[in-house]
């Protein structure tokens, strides 16, 4: 409560908060972070806590602490297409009639915490351990799940919201941490949750007690990232940053833009991963909002923190990554790493409207969540579905190989590819996400597959290298087969859950795609051709700057140290090496709270 009230008195005083400046012509920290989104303000936190080290962000935006779009916490999207989102275009995606999408990314102290939908969903249990099977030692779930709670500030749901029928499970959260979590006070009515369970519940998935113990198959009403008594979003800024932005430790570069960084030609430092020698950064070239080039210098580490679509570009700039896109563009290659920038992974979402007779309240914001498996999707046909799919995978291989600028080999691809197989047939994670909710007089169905194989990249272009903020984006949505395969099964799921009593006695009609577009007997072709018309990005693309062995394509090590390099480091969301389960936002907050205890050689946590 006492925090909540020192947020109000924030929110609605006179005090106005300032961002610390260096007024040095070249200034120099210990560390300095680019991008001051979700997991860059967590690593400043921790790495200030230390009163002898100096610590600076480098960020494109500025604060958002009083931007309504943002504190907002009854609506989604009032921030896309603002100044405070990237809003980056595709390139034209070959196998959906050249449609270029966009991608909603944040540009805010804050980052893309500030303009999402504010879920937190953990990951699935056994894709956490999985990371270890391809070269990282130390990462699995049990040494991630400590840092889960350590970032969280859990807020139990309150007697309304527990018969609203929201349940929680105490031991799998943490109460201490920065980060709010909880249900909004603008709960949709009991007889919404209760309709809604119960017609995923006829259909097989069970209600869960809560849905951050790293199971997520079944029903649930899923907590956001806010603070419930001040009613407004807790992003990573007024979770992480402000609470300790006076620290005289700590400053804050906002509507400045990282550009490269710069090498120390004189310091080779040893590696304990993939090369015995390697290159040492000794800070980084920004431009300011006036367009002026400066250099902040860093006598310890450099930590890229700008995400899955910058981190990667800032990296080939400085001249890391694959020599055949580097000197395309003119560019000396400081270390050869052939994957930065690959194995760009993202999801795709698709939503099926029907008219909802309840009429619900308009600032009723619900949350309502069903994770399925590859058993729930496809039934009987499940085992044929498996064999098709494993049958493909060498050809899927080559498939990616072929596309990747040669920074890979369709074996290494194999390997990979069999591994998520297995996490979806014999681990039985589930592989679809679907969000039944009810807005006003309309039911909107959200639902995507978590698990695509397809593969893409995301590169500099020469506009990027002479200042542009586009980089080169292409996700290669539906590459591959399967991908299809399984969003027309996922379609299918909806209707048949909105076809189900008591939901269907209250969602009559459907409006979107609507049975003259796709019939009720419609075949998987009509089904997918409507689902490539109509379908976004999910925004939640990984994986382009992997933690992975580096024979496998990886970017960074176990320590998510670059390789090649002594002191750069990436902890965003492009070093998850694939996609996960759950949404990013908590996962990447409990990596970045793991990554800051690395860093600082801090003993690592373990589970009690």
Known sequence: MLHALILLSILFSSFSLTIAQDTQETPSYDYVIVGGGTCGLVLAN????????????????????????????????????????????????????????????????????????????????????????????????????????????????????????????????????????????????????????????????????????????????????????????????????????????????????ADRLVWDEGRVRPSPYGTSSTASASGVQVRNSAGANQTIMASREVILSAGSLRSPVVLEQSGVGNPQILNRHGIHTKVALPGVGENLQDQITQNEVFSFTLDLPALSYPTFVTFATASD?????????????????????????????????????????????????NQQVPVAEILTSPFGTVLDVASWDLLPFSRGSVHITSKFVNGSAQPAINPNYFMLDRDAIFEVAIARQVRQAVNTAPLADVAPSELIPNTTTVPADASDAQWLA????????????????????????????????????????????????????????????????RASDIIRGRPLMTVV
């Open 46 to 257: 921790r790495l200030s806590e230390d009163p002898n080290v100096t610590v600076a962000i480098i960020e494109a935006g500025g604060s958002v602490f009083n931007n309504s779009n943002v504190t907002n916490t009854t609506s989604y999207g009032l921030s896309f297409f603002t100044d405070i989102d990237y809003a980056y275009n595709t390139t034209p995606q070959i196998y959906t009639n050249d449609s270029i999408q966009t991608y909603h990314s944040g540009k805010a102290l804050g980052g893309t915490s500030t303009v999402n939908g504010a879920t937190y969903i953990r990951a699935e249990t056994a894709q956490i351990d999985a990371w270890g099977d391809i070269g990282n030692t130390g990462w699995n779930w049990s040494s991630l799940w400590p840092y889960y709670k350590k970032s969280e500030r859990f807020q139990p749901p309150t007697p309304s919201q527990a018969a609203h029928g929201i349940t929680y499970d105490p031991d799998a959260h943490g109460f201490d941490g920065p980060l709010d979590v909880g249900w909004s006070i603008h709960d949709a009515p009991v007889n919404t949750t209760a309709i809604i369970g119960a017609t995923w519940n006829k259909l097989g998935y069970p209600t869960l007690r809560d849905d951050n113990t790293g199971n997520l198959r079944g029903f649930y009403v899923w907590p956001r990232t806010l603070n419930r008594v001040a009613d407004i979003r807790a992003d990573a800024a007024r979770s992480y940053y402000w609470p300790i932005s006076d620290r005289p430790n700590l400053h804050a570069y906002t509507f400045t833009t």
């Open 377 to 425: 999707l496809f039934g009987s046909n499940t085992s044929a579905i498996e064999s098709y799919i494993r049958s493909q995978i060498p050809t899927y291989a080559s498939r990616i190989a072929a596309q990747a600028n040669n920074s890979t080999t369709a074996a290494i691809q194999e390997k990979l590819l069999t591994l998520q197989t297995n996490l979806i047939f």
């Open 530 to 593: 409507w689902i490539k018309s109509a379908y976004s990005p999910n925004s939640h693309p990984v994986g382009t700057c992997a933690m992975m062995a580096r024979e496998f394509g990886g970017v960074v090590d176990p320590e998510l140290r670059v390789y090649g390099t002594s002191n750069v480091r990436v902890v965003d969301a492009s070093v998850l090496p694939y996609q996960i389960d759950g949404h990013l936002t908590s996962t990447l907050y409990a990596v970045a709270e």
